[in-house]
């Protein structure tokens, strides 16, 4: 089986499972942090395994396409191999950084002509082309060609989005039936639930997807811009429908009390910039509430970055000196403090599912949420 459900919430759709791939299993739920261009920015694959304790990582179709591009991915053998990293990768398909790109870039019935945002040098990804790119790749999860649409966003555009994003998915299944994988191990191709905000949208989306018959599913096109409660009400409906056998992934998604109520409707897999992201900007997540290290009421706090923190820099140094480190521009302060919001989210996740697996779940995320809602 390549995922099977150990427990389930008795007040929740939250599951705690296990997704084994050929580069190891993955326990769920989970949140896979982002490796961009083929490295998860600030971090060394040593501290995302032994520190953050991360157990599959993302790589971007876009961006690993256009440097180091496909040909050298496939020299070394892989993105695995070409990072040093024996644990599971998931690579999307491009079409989220196409999505980005509107105002360089025309889709057509065929697929998506683009700009480069490096060098303005043209290209086209078609559903072929993402396949054909994502097996170079080598991701042990990766993921079928779609349209992520804006919000807002109206139904006509939405409905016409839809009807591209499941022909490309037939276009997907089929290119992946007739070209085995190149490296010797198992890839399994997820397709993505579409439809904007509009929930009729959705069903019929995520009734499509779930007639493939693929290995996980995803959605895509929330955490673009909508209110929470619009992402969470999409989400609800969505995974009354995906098949409860198989993995479920919620693209882009999120905030600390996003995950935490995404694991609550059924959700297994999310990924986010945002640990990283917001961690060069100087903003912690911890279990206490969001930090601003940069504020000056830090100056002379010599307390640990996270008193409830898993990480070896959450002991090892203060708020006071990561404080002192942004206000120098060191480096060495955004590395600390990406691998602290890093490791605060495995550990979110870990726990969740610890909740789960004892019957608790629901009561410890509604009186847990507050806290990391705080601003501290």
Same mark, same amino acid.
């Given at each position: 089986?390549?995922?099977?459900? *150990?427990?389930?919430?008795? !007040? ?5 499972? %296990?997704?084994?791939?050929?580069? $190891? =299993? /993955? ?93 303005? *040098?043209?290209?086209?990804? !078609? ?5 054909? %790119?994502?097996?170079?790749?080598? $991701? =042990? /999860? ?111 998604? $999120? ?59 959450d002991k090892e140094y203060s708020k006071a000196y ?55």
């Open positions: 089986m390549f995922f099977t459900i *150990s427990e389930t919430d008795k !007040s929740s759709k939250a599951r705690a499972g %296990i997704l084994k791939t050929d580069h $190891g =299993d /993955i326990q769920t739920p989970i949140f896979m942090p982002v490796g961009t261009v083929g490295t998860v920015k600030s971090v060394h694959q040593r501290e995302l395994k032994d520190d953050i304790k991360a157990q599959i990582i993302l790589g971007n179709t876009y961006h690993l396409y256009l440097r180091p591009g496909t040909e050298i991915l496939h020299k070394a053998g892989g993105l695995h191999k070409f990072i040093n990293w024996d644990s599971p990768i998931l690579t999307d398909s491009g079409g989220y950084q196409v999505f980005s790109l509107s105002q360089t870039r025309k889709i057509q019935e065929d697929g998506v002509k683009f700009k480069s945002h490096i060098d303005g *040098s043209y290209h086209f990804f !078609s559903p072929e082309k993402s396949m054909e %790119i994502q097996r170079y790749i080598g $991701g =042990d /999860i990766f993921m079928a060609f779609d349209e992520c649409t804006p919000y807002p966003c109206d139904y006509s555009y939405a409905k016409n989005s839809l009807e591209i994003t499941h022909k490309w998915l037939k276009r997907c299944v089929k290119w992946c039936d007739e070209n085995p994988e190149l490296y010797g191990y198992k890839q399994h191709l997820f397709p993505i639930v579409q439809g904007s905000t509009y929930g009729d949208l959705r069903k019929q989306s995520a009734e499509f997807i779930s007639s493939i018959n693929a290995d996980g599913n995803a959605i895509g096109g929330l955490s673009v811009g909508e209110p929470e409660e619009e992402m969470y009400r999409i989400t609800d409906i969505v995974t009354d429908i995906l098949p409860k056998n198989k993995p479920r992934y919620l693209m882009g998604v $999120g905030t600390p009390w996003n995950i935490l109520e995404s694991i609550s409707l059924g959700i297994d897999m999310m990924d986010c910039v945002m640990p990283t992201r917001n961690a060069r900007n100087g903003m912690l997540f911890t279990w206490n509430g969001v930090i601003n290290i940069k504020n000056k009421k830090w100056q002379d706090d010599f307390s640990p970055l996270d008193e409830d923190g898993t990480a070896f820099v990561l404080r002192h480190l942004f206000a120098a521009n060191e480096f060495l302060g955004k590395q600390i403090a990406s691998i602290h919001n890093l490791a605060f989210y495995l550990d979110l996740v870990t726990v969740a599912r610890k909740h789960i697996l004892e019957g608790d779940f629901n009561s410890w995320k509604n009186s847990t949420i507050p806290k990391l809602r705080t601003r501290l």
